[in-house]
């Protein structure tokens, strides 16, 4: 993968001038693909409260020391290419698609979270919502595979759980509906497919392989490889694929 987004690099640079600084920097003069996402990251995040050079070192340093976010990163490249047909290669998640930017924060944010550096965490959390419109907290557990369609004004909660495969578009809320403590957000299976403006509420499972339509609202549990829509969300019918996430097939069937 990393040579396939040098090669493009190099292509990019050579036909737009105009970019050829940029793409100098963030991809061909590192090291490694990580090298070269936080760079990007670290940019987006410049002019803030944290030097630049510092967002970058520590994002090379939990990747370095965490295999399973390599690997999740790698997985969440290939989501995206193998899902999204405005993708045409893996360098343009890296250098223009916000979701894949905030998704890669929020892994770097969860093990800050988990090795108690609870305000470094929260802190990278605020600005991923500031910058990208995409709020994930830093305690929700997140697999590999993931594609954040456009990504604007999506919302995970504390105690969310999403499984690998998954696939959730623009405006979607992993929330909560009370002001009690502990449990309290959505588990989503592997495979789920969530549309556009849905909102998913309380300590709910989304079943592996369901489907969610654009704009419900889910309060209760979803069967696995079962389609639900409408507000309330009911029913509608059992999913056709197994695993609707990965061809991003819309019609309530």
């Excluded at 640079?13 to 760079?39: D, G, H, K, W, Y």
Aim: with cysteine; glycine share 8%.
């Amino acid at each position: 993968m990393w040579r396939e987004i040098r090669e493009e690099a190099e292509r990019v640079a050579e036909t737009e001038p105009a970019l050829a600084p940029l793409f100098e920097e963030v991809i061909l003069s590192r090291a490694n693909l990580f090298e070269a996402i936080a760079c990007r990251i670290s940019r987006k995040f410049a002019a803030r409260a944290m030097p630049e050079e510092l967002v970058r070192e520590i994002f090379v340093y939990v990747c370095s020391r965490h295999e399973e976010v390599r690997e999740n990163i790698v997985r969440d490249i290939v989501a995206i290419y193998d899902r999204d047909p405005a993708c045409s290669s893996y360098l343009e998640p890296l250098m223009y698609f916000k979701g894949f930017q905030a998704i890669c924060i929020y892994r770097i944010s969860h093990v800050l979270w988990n090795e108690g550096r609870r305000h470094l965490a929260l802190y990278f959390q605020s600005l991923t919502s500031e910058i990208f419109g995409v709020d994930i907290h830093p305690a929700a557990k997140f697999g590999g595979g993931i594609l954040l369609d456009h990504a604007t004004s999506f919302v995970a909660g504390e105690t969310c759980v999403v499984e690998d495969d998954v696939s959730i578009l623009h405006e979607v809320t992993l929330g909560g509906t009370s002001t009690e403590t502990g449990d309290r957000h959505p588990k989503v299976r592997s495979g789920v497919l969530i549309g556009a403006g849905a909102k998913l509420l309380g300590n709910i499972e989304i079943g592996k392989g369901a489907k969610i339509g654009a704009g419900s609202v889910v309060l209760d549990d979803v069967a696995p490889h079962t389609t639900v829509a409408g507000v309330p969300a009911k029913a509608i019918c059992s999913a056709k694929e197994q695993m609707p996430s990965l061809n991003m097939n819309q019609h309530l069937e």
